[in-house]
């Protein structure tokens, strides 16, 4: 088990950029892919990114593809979603989970068994 925390949400311009980090603790980080995952109100749950254990393969949505860079910084045990060019509609809360899915296909929530609290991104017009 793992346990992971997300920071960097704030409000910015559309345009504008952040980035988000997800603090993950436990022994076993080299061996789990970290995800992103994101809900605007009265919508789904919707697959964001996801960076593979060995942090060499990335998986992206096709909304945020070219627009945002997952990676991941072992030795500090965090990964990082960078956000440019950002838009209204990415305005929602932002959850980061961890899966030891080795797969090739990370955009179910099913695959992941740790998930953190969220952090409310908002963009502004």
């Known amino acids: 088990q793992v346990q992971l925390v997300e920071s960097g949400g704030g409000l910015v311009q559309a345009g504008g950029s952040l980035r988000l980090s997800c603090a993950v603790s436990g022994h076993t980080f080299r061996d789990y892919a970290v995800g992103w995952f994101r809900q605007a109100p009265g919508k789904e749950y919707e697959f964001v990114a996801a960076v593979a254990a060995s942090g060499v393969n990335t998986y992206y949505a096709d909304s945020v593809k070219g627009r945002f860079t997952i990676s991941r910084d072992n030795a500090k045990n965090t990964v990082y979603v960078q956000m440019n060019s950002l838009k209204p509609e990415d305005t929602a809360v932002y959850f980061c989970?961890?899966?030891?899915?080795?797969?090739?296909?990370?955009?179910?929530?099913?695959?992941?068994?740790?998930w953190g609290q969220g952090t409310q991104v908002t963009v502004s017009s």
């Open positions: 989970a961890g899966t030891r899915y080795t797969g090739d296909n990370y955009a179910r929530a099913g695959l992941y068994d740790s």
